[in-house]
């Protein structure tokens, strides 16, 4: 259980275009999901929270009018990353929070998407 | 953005070894998690830690819950070559969100 998938795993786009990613928990409901980035060689850092049926809460430093998240139902949240540069060009992971916000829960993490903007 | 200190930053080992890592904050979590990543994934939760000395196993895999609650550890006994990635420990506190360490790169030698 607690799968989370993510489509593309790859995409290639020029620069200007705008890419959408899904994030799709496949058997259970999530409430919450969020979107990571991850640079070669370094941590994941979290982007932005999404809470179905409202707005996604922004890190300080994400341009939430650059990282559009729309989460819609309580099985998908999509990211899209508007007017892309090549320094938007990274490893993009969403997770999905599983239980009904008590202390026992965890973040199940997609597979990623490797964006490559030229 | 805030991360959290992990060590050692990398490991080689040979095959058969036991590992151990450590995870350090300066801020109390209510919630340890560890997990692994291999390159081109996302990563996958090993275990989760909810209670301060709390210590539990996952087959080969064992972790605590830091009694200061600002520290976490994880071993993993007689190492594979599968066990080959990169370990990270996340904390959890006051919201959902997560905290992750710098990660753990281990190299197992057959």
């Known amino acids: 259980g607690a799968v989370v998938s993510q489509h593309p795993s790859r995409v290639i786009c020029k620069s200007g275009t705008s890419v959408k990613i899904e994030c799709r928990s496949l058997?259970?409901?999530?409430?919450?999901m969020f979107w990571y980035r991850q640079f070669p060689k370094q941590s994941l850092m979290l982007m932005a929270t999404?809470?179905?049926?409202?707005?996604?809460?922004?890190e300080q430093g994400v341009e939430k009018d650059k990282f559009l998240i729309n989460h819609a139902s309580l099985t998908l949240s999509t990211l899209t990353v508007t007017s892309a540069h090549p320094e938007d060009s990274s490893f993009y992971i969403c997770?999905?929070?599983?239980?009904?916000?008590?202390?026992?829960?965890?973040?199940?993490f997609g597979p990623g998407t490797r964006l490559t903007v030229t | 953005g805030q991360q959290l200190n992990q060590s050692p930053q990398s490991m080689f080992i040979q095959e058969g070894e036991d590992v151990s890592m450590n995870c350090t904050s300066s801020?109390?979590?209510?919630?340890w998690l560890w997990y692994k990543q291999e390159p081109g994934e996302g990563p996958v939760l090993l275990i989760a830690?909810?209670?301060?000395?709390e210590l539990t196993s996952n087959g080969r895999l064992t972790a605590q819950f830091g009694i200061t609650r600002k520290d976490s550890f994880l071993n993993i006994s007689a190492s594979i070559p599968s066990d080959v990635g990169i370990y990270f420990c996340?904390?959890?506190?006051?919201?959902?969100?997560?905290?992750f360490g710098t990660g753990t790169r281990l190299k197992v030698l057959a």
């Open positions: 801020s109390i979590f209510n919630t």
């Open positions: 999404s809470n179905e049926g409202s707005k996604a809460t922004y």
């Open positions: 830690l909810y209670k301060a000395g």
């Open positions: 996340a904390g959890q506190s006051g919201t959902y969100k997560y905290i």
């Open positions: 058997d259970f409901q999530a409430t919450t």
């Open positions: 997770s999905a929070r599983t239980g009904g916000g008590g202390p026992t829960y965890e973040q199940y």
